[in-house]
T-cell receptor, first 112, second 114 residues
Framework: GDSVTQMEGPVTLSEEAFLTINCTYT??????LFWYVQYPGEGLQLLLK?????DKGSNKGFEATYRKETTSFHLEKGSVQVSDSAVYFC???????????FGTGTKLQVIP | DSGVTQTPKHLITATGQRVTLRCSPR?????VYWYQQSLDQGLQFLIQ???????AKGNILERFSAQQFPDLHSELNLSSLELGDSALYFC?????????????FGPGTRLTVL
């Protein structure tokens, strides 16, 4: 079945550091890929998405590129802020009306 | 604010009891999803409804049941509660339930079973 593997956290970075959170997936066909973010005490919210190979999703300075050859969708940000501290979830959608599969989440802590 | 509301925010109950969690989707959204988030299991998909009909089922226990009403709100019923059911329960909604839709999550209900 479909699966999403994220790097284990927590990830601790200093403010203005470069961020990479790795995400790889296993799926048949051509899934859509998502990053959701969960701030402390809140529900998840969509950060960005990509629906086909080589697409780049971007939002709030975050980017991720859909790489079919490496089955990856790594999340990057050039300069993190304290306000980026949250849990980040990679997710996969097989298409149609099938369920979305979420990764286990990666906690990011940014220190001043 | 996602537009999805969940009540109650917190719920504390005892083993063996039954509780009902309620969710109101965003205005215009026809599909509702339920998820369980625990420290050791991560985010687990439980069940999805679309316009009152069950559309997809995930890792939902037989002790749990859900429904979506004609006004599109949804309820998740948890019975014969066990300590291991303590978790955050999220509801999400989307426009028509396609898996490429953005899902909008509510703030969650924190269930503690003592």
């Amino acid at each position: 079945g479909d699966s999403v593997t994220q790097m284990e956290g927590p990830v601790t970075l200093s403010e203005e550091a470069f961020l990479t959170i790795n995400c790889t997936y296993t799926a048949t066909g051509y899934p859509s890929l998502f990053w959701y973010v969960q701030y402390p005490g809140e529900g998840l919210q969509l950060l960005l998405k990509a629906t086909k190979a080589d697409d780049k999703g971007s939002n709030k300075g975050f980017e991720a590129t859909y790489r079919k050859e490496t089955t990856s969708f790594h999340l990057e940000k050039g300069s993190v802020q304290v306000s980026d501290s949250a849990v980040y979830f990679c997710a996969l959608s097989p298409g149609g009306y099938q369920k979305v599969t979420f990764g286990t989440g990666t906690k990011l802590q940014v220190i001043p | 604010d996602s537009g999805v509301t969940q009540t109650p925010k917190h719920l504390i109950t005892a083993t063996g009891q039954r509780v009902t969690l309620r969710c109101s989707p965003r205005s215009g959204d026809l599909s509702v999803y339920w998820y369980q988030q625990s420290l050791d299991q991560g985010l687990q998909f439980l069940i999805q409804y679309y316009n009152g009909e069950e559309r997809a089922k995930g890792n939902i226990l037989e002790r749990f049941s859900a429904q979506q009403f004609p006004d599109l709100h949804s309820e998740l019923n948890l019975s014969s509660l066990e300590l291991g059911d303590s978790a955050l329960y999220f509801c999400a909604s989307s426009v028509d339930g396609a898996s490429t839709d953005t899902q909008y999550f509510g703030p969650g209900t924190r269930l503690t079973v003592l």
